[in-house]
């Protein structure tokens, strides 16, 4: 098995022929244009001069949450990289993703589209457990590919969790070079001890590799922009870190030696890592001088799992996995120098969903509504032609017993249950007031919007992990009714904090109970056993 650096050698070589002959025709194009003139909007595919697009750097971390950054109230872990995107731009408040776990809110940011209206809505489980169909459907068209028939060069650097099956893996939907893996987790330490059973891929080809993963990351992206700056890029670097396990290096480690040694430090390590890549990034794109022609987007996938790693969703009530503003509403923010005001704070509602026709736009596309997407261009807000929300009204639901709607200020909610709560986000973002009893009628409306919306979707197109029934339907061979289904499904997904679909002892916390559990002994619950467990109770 070569290495993620032998494996891409020959194919750089001939890409920095082609990408040396692109960028004299790019520089002598900037030189005559400046001050660069108004971009405009043009249909997909017409052509368009390249000094006119910008570059498109879209960086995801995983499992941050909300208040888990210097900018965003933390206060024992500096983020000054990260931090200055907004510092140079705009950071928005009430910045969502479409779902608290990983997978679907990837589907839903990649589309612009709730991705429940394609049945993607819950992760598939560990590889080997996944169900068949499990993937980003042809159907949906990503980002990449969008950006590729701009005339874009495409590189994506990180976690998938999109697609296991060759044809739905990131060089088949969209991006020219990949380096990363396909699952929902990875070591970030060579030879760790919790890669899943996954491997790390370039392209399509198993690779090893022999720096910490985080900045493994930080190291292709930097090059990759070495590599394709001479035409407009797309660079999509969604970071594992700082997702379980928790893994970092001592050079980390050894920053936070007021931190008292455990998960906190290392949570502090594994973040102080993602921020030096950042960093790396972000100085080549000022190096290259660049930062007046490339959008720069960073965002988390979904709340933080306090519990298990330390990350913070302060203020916000809730965590990864639920609908309350914690699992949801995450860090966002965004630069463009010369185009984007710097140090502007911005209030309103902006979804995930956004990023898809934002990039599409400041590229010179004209949305199409054929399309039918839900995000909205966030530009015309930024420059101040618009004043008004993007968003009137946003929705989540992951199965039955997760659902939410925001209507302007007001938020219903059903966090586990099917008695819903009423929170006003205006006066209250914390979520400590349930106002569902005094506002019935709000709570009325707002159930109708969620239910009009509901009529929309398609149902889910798979449950997370193997050989589960449909909601609703008993299982014989288990012995199991619809209702404990039901209640057994909440449980072990409160339980299963990063929405991997298995339990592990540190999310159970119960070691007797945990080693009666585990049916077979290999260190982590599936559904298939709690049930077996639940079946042997009852």
Known sequence: MKSSRESGASDRESLSRRN????LGRGAALAALTPLPAWTRVVEGAAFAAAEKPNIVLLLADDLGYGGLGIQGCPDIPTPNIDSIAKNG????QGYVTCPICAPTRAGLLTGRYQQRFGFETNPGPEAGAADNFGLPRSEPTLAERLKRLGYSTGMFGKWHLGYKADLQPTRRGFDEFLGFLSGAHSYLPGGRQNRGTSLLRGVEPVEEREYLTDALAREAVEFIDRRRGSPFFLYVPFNAVH?????????????????????????AMLAALDDAAGRILAKIRESGLEEQTLIIFLSDNGGPTAQTTSSNAPLRGEKGQVLEGGIRVPFMMQWKGRIAPGRVDDRPVSSLDIHPTALAAAGAAISPEWKLDGVDLLPFLAGKRSDSPHETL??????ARRAVRHRELKLVWPGSDQPELYDLSSDPGEARDLAGKMPRDVARLRSLWDAWDRELMAPQWVMGEGQPAPGRRNAAAGVSPAGERQLRTRFDALDRNGDGVITADELRQPQLFKRMDGNGDGKITFEEARAFYRLRK
């Open 244 to 268: 379980a396990p928790l893994e970092a290096p001592e050079k980390y480690v050894d920053r936070f030696k007021g931190i008292q040694e455990g998960t906190r430090r290392m949570h502090a």
């Open 20 to 23: 040396f002959l692109a960028g």
């Open 90 to 93: 705009v950071r928005f408040t």
């Open 395 to 400: 929705f989540w639901r992951m199965g039955r």
